[in-house]
């Protein structure tokens, strides 16, 4: 199968594309012919190395999430039938989407509905799983309660702005000005316009933070925070940020992996609640390009391989 993989630590540019053996199916486990897969910020940290931990057996492919049709199935695997159409996120500490094919545990796909096209599957995977066991698990946001979405217009922070407002909350995001109008259709009530704005000056007595950001800005969001205020972070390693308080609580959300939560993407995306974000497609022969857009951070929406 083609791959786009890396024989050692670095940056984008460390990246191969060729040939790899393709997968073998193990029990419960089914071959899924990709179409597509997400690009996600954790990709090049992943690359880099360090935040993540460093790799030890290469050739490593990258990616997490994807939508594909189901090619064979291993041994136990009865849950789908060959040609069904599938999405989901691979195995806490699995990879390899950033390829032709991938053997997956059945139990954490789910069949993509005719009215998501891969792309749009892929786009919503990861991105809905983060936000909705951040908001709704971690957080556990009430309606009512006011809540700072740092980076409003990445794919996690957009789903969870609407999903946010589908609960009843008052949602405050950051982002760039070419990104203002976008947010605030999304459903954010306020919008700080993170290049102009200091958010630290403008907000107080904020329930909660979500932080996809990382870097200062998770430092700087918890002087947002009222007394017993809870910030969920995702964007600072595996662990739960430092908090600089003591008075207000520092979550890293635990990203499982299951099935249900494909399935409540799909309901919330049927009903209207949340929608497929903006995607900008890349080919897999430009997996490294698609890395150094996603490094820029200055994203609207979501980055997804076009495989298929």
Not at 157 to 186: M, P, W
Not at 266 to 283: C, D, F, K, N, R
């Amino acid at each position: 199968m083609k791959a786009s993989y890396f024989e050692g630590h670095g940056g984008p540019e460390v990246l191969i594309y060729g040939d790899l053996p393709d997968p073998v199916p193990g029990p419960g486990e089914v071959i899924v012919d990709i179409h597509a897969a997400s690009v996600n910020a954790a990709d090049v940290k992943v690359l880099a190395g360090g935040t993540y931990g460093e790799i030890e057996n290469f050739p490593y492919i990258l990616g997490r999430d994807f939508s594909g049709v189901v090619a064979s199935l291993g041994e136990g695997a009865d849950d789908f039938a060959v040609g069904d159409a599938v999405f989901g996120v691979c195995e806490r500490g699995q990879e390899g989407t950033y390829a032709e094919k991938i053997a997956m545990n059945q139990a954490l796909l789910t069949l993509k509905p005719d009215s998501l096209s891969h792309i749009a599957a892929a786009a919503l995977a990861l991105p809905g799983l983060t936000a909705i066991i951040s908001i709704e698990e971690t957080i556990k946001l009430q309606a009512g309660e006011k809540i700072l979405i740092q980076g409003g217009a990445g794919g996690v922070a957009g789903f969870a702005i609407e999903l946010a407002k589908q609960i009843g909350a008052q949602v405050i995001t950051t982002c760039s000005a070419r990104n203002i109008d976008y947010v605030r259709g999304l459903g954010a009530d306020e919008v700080i316009d993170y290049n102009a704005q200091d958010f630290t000056e403008i907000l107080t007595d904020c329930d909660a933070v979500f932080e996809t950001v990382g870097g200062d800005v998770t430092q700087k969001s918890f002087a947002v925070l009222k007394p017993g205020g809870r910030l969920a972070g995702i964007a600072s390693g595996v662990k739960a940020p430092p908090s600089p308080r003591d008075d207000v609580q520092s979550l890293r959300p635990a990203v499982g992996r299951d099935r249900k939560y494909m399935e409540r993407i799909i309901e919330l995306q049927a009903a209207g609640v949340v929608h497929v974000p903006p995607v900008e497609t890349y080919p897999l022969t430009e997996a490294t390009a698609a890395l150094k857009k996603s490094a820029g951070r200055h994203l609207t929406g979501k980055l997804v391989l076009q495989i298929r």
